[in-house]
Every structure is written in C-alpha cells, then in structure tokens.
C-alpha cells in the first residue's frame, strides 16, 4: 500500500503564546541579574543566596527560548512527553467512538443565537464568555480595593452582588437574596463560629 | 505494623474524626461532581476553614475532600463528559457513552465499585510501604535529600502534561515564586522590591487558593458547561454480566494505577490512559470499548484511586508531593507546624497512623454514600454555575485572609488568580509550578547543606552510591520521552517506508 501520508505543516504559533514565553524568557533574565547581584557562591566558595535564582532563571530563560524555538520549527504542535506514548489512547477511543455514533454531533448546550452562534449553559457566546472573564477580575479587583472603606465581608458581598447583576443577568431581588445569604452565611462560619476579626474598613459596620 | 494500626484506629474512630472524615468525604464528593472544581480546588479553599481545628482532624477533613472528589468527578465525566481532574478524562470515553446508551447508573455504580476496590487495596499497600520507605529515608543525607527532591522535580514535569518543556519552565517558575523573601540560611531579601509584606515571603497556601480557586473557576467560565444526563435510582442496579466484566479490569487498574502513584510526580493521568490502553489490549471485550463497555469505567477508574493513596507515600515519607493535590495538603502540614518527611513517622505516629486508618473509614462511607446516591449527588451537576462561582471567589478571598490575618494575602491571591487563569488558558500545567513552590525551600536548604558537606562542591552528589543512583534516575525520568519520541518518530519512518 502506498504511503498517502504527506508531512505536514509547520505549526503556525498564536501571537498570545508567543507573547506569553517571551514575557517567561524576560522573567528569567531577570531572575539571573538578580541573582547575580545577591551572590553566587559565598566566600568560602560554598552556595550563596544568589545561586538558586541564578540557575532558575537560566533555565526559565533557556526553556523559554527552546519553547519559542518549538513553536516556529516543529512541525506539529505535538511535544515530547509521557503522556505522548498514550496519545493514541484517546484518538482510538474517539475513533470508535465516531464509528459507533456515525451521525454524532453534539449540540450546543444553550442551543445557538440569531447570528447562529453556539451558546454554553451561561447563554453566552465565546466572545461573551471573554468578556465576562475580564469583567469579574475587574469587579474582584475594585473589591479588594474597597476592603479598607467597606470592610471584607460588605466588599466582597458587594462584588457578590455586582457579578450576579452584572455579569450573569440576574434578577436585582435574586441577587439580593443570593448575596445576603452568603453574606450571612460567611459572617456566622468566619466571624462568630472561628472568631476570625475580619477588617472592618473605615465604615466600622462588620 | 499491628501496634501503629491500632494506634492509628484509636486516633481516627473518635466521634469528632469520624464526623470531620464524613464531612470532608461528603464535601469531596461534591466538589468532584462540580466542573471547574477539582480535588486540588477543594483542598486550597477549604484549608482555612479548618485552621482552628485540632491538626489530625482537620488533615482527615482535608485527606476526605481529596479522595471524595475522586469519586465524585467520576459522576461529571459520566453524566456531562466534562471531567473534574485531567485522571478522569479517560471516563469520559466509554462512561460517558454508558450514559448515552441508558447505562448512567449502572456506569456511576462500576466506577464507585472499582474505587472502593482500588481504595482499599492501594491503601494496604500504602501500609505496608510507608513505614519501611520512612525508615530507609532516615539514613539519607542532605546530598541524597538534594537528589531526591531532583527526582520528584523530574518525575512530575515529565507526567504533567503534553509539553514537558512547559512543565520544566513551570517548575523553576515555581523554585523562583518560593525564593521570594529573605532566604533560609542568608541573610539577604531577594526579590522583595522593597516591600515589607514580601520579605517573609508569600504564603504558598495564598498563591495555590489564586492558581486553583480563581484561576481554575474563571476558566471555566471561558470553556462553558454541559447539561447532564439524567441518572436514576433504579438504573443503578448493576448487572452480573457487567459486574463480572468489571472485576479483572479494576483489579489491572489497581496495580497499575499504584505503582504509577508511588512516583514521586502526577502520574494519576497517564495511569487512567495505560489503563484504558491495557484493556483495550488484553480485554475479551476490547471490541466494544469506546461504545461504552464497563472495561472501560472499571479499569481507569480503579487505576486513578489506587494512584491517589498511592501518591501519599512519596508525600509522607518523603515529604515530596507526589500529586498537585498532595502538594496543596503538604501545604496544610505545614500550615499546621507539621512537615512530612520520615521524622514525622517518629515524631507524630498517632497522627500518621490516624490520617492513614481514616482512609479505610472515609472510602467506607463513600462507597455507603455512593452506591444508592449516586443521582442525588448528581442533582449537585443542575447548580447553576452563575451561583456557584461567585461564592467561590467569596470565600477564597475571606480564606485568603484567615491564613495570615492580613490584606496583603487577598492581593496574593488575585495576582495568583491571574497567573492561574493564564496558565490555564494558555495550556501551562499548574503541577509542576506547585511542586517547586513547595519544594524550592527545601531543595535551597538540601543546596546549601551539600555545597558545606562537599567543602563548596555539588560534585560530592555523585560521589555517594544512594544520590549519585538517584540523580542518573532523575535524568532518565527526563530523557526517557525524548528518547521515546525519537523511537517512536523512527518506528515510523521505518513503516511508511516498508509500504512504499
């Protein structure tokens, strides 16, 4: 039987993961300088505080750029590792799978939009769902800032609240309900029954 | 053997152990059935929790909360196809396909059977291991303790995932988050960038609640859910057929799943895969695996518990995790002043004895639990995620802050939380990351120990028998998959050139 095989393509890399080992390879060069500023080996010739970053951030370094290398000439995505002996596992699986269910094709689980779209379980399409992610850690993140005036719990329901409405479309009286119960519920566990002094902030209220 | 079994059975039936074992094993179960929620996610949130409890109940707590997930994740890749942990991704193959052929219950009732079997099997064998193995690891010097500690560095990055180059960079990664602070043994801050918060360094507990609480949540609002598929009580009746199909495949499973475990690394995954690949080999079914054969639940789901009581003989008696999850409950040890090691053999036997007889009670309870609520637990599955999520940012922010009693933890773990989410996102293993966060103190301090021993060289590593063996295994766990790939790649070219 003739070879049908042809071999294929380079890897075209996502400009995200090539950014992201860049910033790693950075980290690393970083670490190393560092490092090298707090002493590579003492005076006695033995380790010194600077080693271990030192050799860390080489390496983070040096995989980074190996990584980076893989990325443009490998020629499939696919990397060496244990779990690669038992790749085929699961394409087999898959396979038998397909053959059982010929005609298997399964539906977006919250159905599909006018655009024709797929929606998850949320209703959301994949776009929506990013921009959700950034969302609640935007609101996380104006939360913590809160905690000095809030306090922690009032902070933390407030984000509570703010995700329910904001992000998940939630009815106002839902949201109430749904944060005053968590709000109750970690008052009484953090508070009273493990006597934790959680910050008041500047309001003084809980 | 017998005496520190009853020592142990004395410390674990106490009333108060007893219900902290059901609690953790009920609130294990559920946190494995959640999507998004995996047993390493459980273990970080809920550590805080039990900071005011006696040590040995709150590890039994958090040991529950462990191999409960175990369990239940097997019930979100059998209804949902959407496994908790990666160790259940193979489920989702012939468990999910049960489920679509009107086996849901029947497959919820194999996998909770060859848990059980593989629980209590695996633990005898953790047993019968972990005294010797602590003994043996008495004599070890700080030369064998450095090379050790290279070898479940090694071994985890070459498990945790399908790019090892990730893994090695997610380690020193790791290694260089646990070097914050004034080091151990110096005196100089490092990487503190003048703020005080950070020269006692970062709590570990804070950045693993940030990668495995935060992190993991959030990107599973990115991926999105499944409905469930229906399982009902009476479905769960198991036939004799299925059931005499199932036992040789879990018993396989077993043995597999447990010498995987015992390597210091996340060998869980890729003892579910061989497992499934061994049936798919020797089974007398092997035709019918993919369309939904019990082989396929049985075999997997046995190897991937016997891995997790397998994983805490490294972590015990070496006090080198030999899991993700086993490295967040390192963390509880020491959280607790406690660290793992064959001195805590020693020192802390009630509470070694009682944390491992309690296994024996919580799997009862499980598989008690499991086998007739099986669908209540699967009710868990119709929680609205947009509920369930926000309570969990909730209470890892408040947990965060019950660890160090200050703000600066909440600011850990949000940085973490973005680390996670991207590391997710971007297909980076959290495992290694883990593990060298927890092991980088006690590879600098091993560092420093063997460079003072060898007069200012390492070299004096290799001089010794035990480390020198240890290091040549460290670098064969790393070669090995290159060379495999190079094997297989030539394999290959061989065939294609024997058709043409």
């Given amino acids: ?206 | 053997m017998i005496d520190n079994l009853l020592l142990g059975l004395e410390t674990a039936v106490t009333p108060e152990n007893l219900l902290f074992c059901l609690l953790g094993v009920v609130l294990g179960t559920i946190i494995g059935v959640l999507p998004g929620l995996g047993s390493a996610t459980g273990v970080a949130i809920l550590l805080p929790v039990t900071l005011t409890l006696d040590p040995i109940s709150a590890l039994i707590m958090l040991a529950g909360i462990y191999y409960g997930s175990q369990y239940g994740a097997s019930t979100s890749s059998i209804l949902i196809s959407t496994p908790g942990d990666s160790s259940s991704v193979v489920l989702t193959l012939d468990g999910y396909q049960m489920a679509r052929n009107g086996r849901a219950g029947a497959a919820l009732a194999i996998a909770a059977l060859s848990s059980f079997l593989a629980a209590i099997l695996s633990l005898i064998g953790l047993i019968a291991l972990a005294q010797p193995i602590a003994r043996w690891a008495l004599n070890f010097g700080p030369p064998e303790n450095l090379a050790i500690i290279v070898l479940g560095l090694a071994t985890i990055v070459s498990f945790a995932g399908e790019n090892m180059l990730r893994g090695i960079t997610m380690a020193a990664v790791g290694l260089l988050i646990s070097m914050i602070g004034v080091a151990s043994g110096f005196t100089t801050a490092r990487f503190t960038f003048g703020s005080v918060n950070l020269l006692g360094g970062l709590e570990f507990v804070a950045v693993m609640i940030g990668i495995f609480a935060v992190g993991e949540v959030l990107h599973q609002i990115r991926r999105g859910g499944e409905h469930p598929i229906r399982a009902r009580f009476r479905d769960l009746l198991v036939t004799r057929e299925e059931l005499g199909r199932s036992v040789a495949p879990a018993l396989r499973g077993t043995g597999l799943g447990f010498v995987m475990g015992v390597l210091p690394g996340a060998g869980a995954t890729l003892a579910t895969f061989m497992s499934y690949g061994v049936e798919k080999q020797v089974s007398k079914f092997r035709h019918l695996i993919g369309k939904g054969a019990p082989e396929g639940v049985a075999g997997p789901e046995a190897s991937n518990n016997a891995a997790a009581n397998a994983s805490f003989i490294p972590t015990l008696t070496l006090g080198i995790p030999g899991s993700g999850t086993t490295a967040v409950l390192l963390g509880a040890f020491i959280v607790f002043g406690l660290q793992p090691g064959p001195l805590l053999f020693e020192q802390q036997p009630d509470l070694v004895w009682g944390l491992l007889v309690s296994f024996f009670f919580g799997n009862l309870i499980l598989l008690v639990l499991n086998l007739p609520l099986a669908p209540v637990f699967a009710q868990v599955l119709r929680i609205p995620y947009s509920y369930l999520y926000p309570m969990v940012l909730f209470i890892a922010v408040v947990g965060a802050f019950a660890l160090g009693n200050n703000t600066f933890t909440i600011w850990v773990v949000f940085v973490a939380g973005l680390l996670g989410y991207f590391m997710k996102r971007f297909d980076f293993p959290a495992a290694p990351l883990v593990l060298g966060l927890v092991l980088g103190p006690l590879l600098e301090r091993a560092l420093v120990q063997t460079s003072a021993l060898g007069g200012g060289s390492l070299l004096i590593i290799f001089e010794r028998p035990l480390s020198a063996v240890l290091m040549v295994a460290a670098l064969l766990a790393l070669a090995a998959p290159f060379v495999s790939a190079v094997l297989r790649r030539y394999r290959r070219t061989n065939r294609s050139r024997i058709d043409t």
């Fill in chain 1, 1 to 206: 039987m003739p070879d049908t095989e042809q071999a294929p393509t380079r890897h075209r890399p996502a400009t995200a993961d090539v950014v992201g080992t860049l910033v790693l390879a950075g980290v690393g060069v970083y670490a190393t300088v560092a490092g090298l500023g707090y002493g590579f080996t003492g005076d006695d010739g033995r380790v010194g505080p600077g080693f271990l970053p030192v050799v860390t951030g080489a390496f983070i370094a040096g995989a980074s750029l190996l990584e980076l290398a893989r990325m443009f000439l490998a020629r499939s995505p696919a990397a060496s590792s244990y779990m690669a002996s038992v790749e085929h596992v699961e394409e087999d699986a898959r396979a038998a799978i397909q053959q059982a269910h010929p005609d298997d094709e399964r539906p977006a689980p919250g159905g599909r939009n006018a655009a024709g779209e797929e929606l998850d379980t949320f209703g959301r399409t994949h776009s929506q769902r990013n921009w959700a992610v950034l969302q609640i850690f935007g609101i996380l993140l104006v939360a913590i800032l809160l905690i000095p005036v809030l306090g922690l719990l009032l902070s933390m329901s407030l984000m509570t609240f703010t995700i329910f409405v904001a992000v998940e479309g939630k009815r106002w009286l839902t949201a109430l309900l749904a944060t005053a119960g968590a709000f109750a519920f970690f008052y009484v566990f953090f508070a009273q029954i493990l006597g934790i002094p959680l910050p008041t902030g500047m309001l003084g209220i809980v």
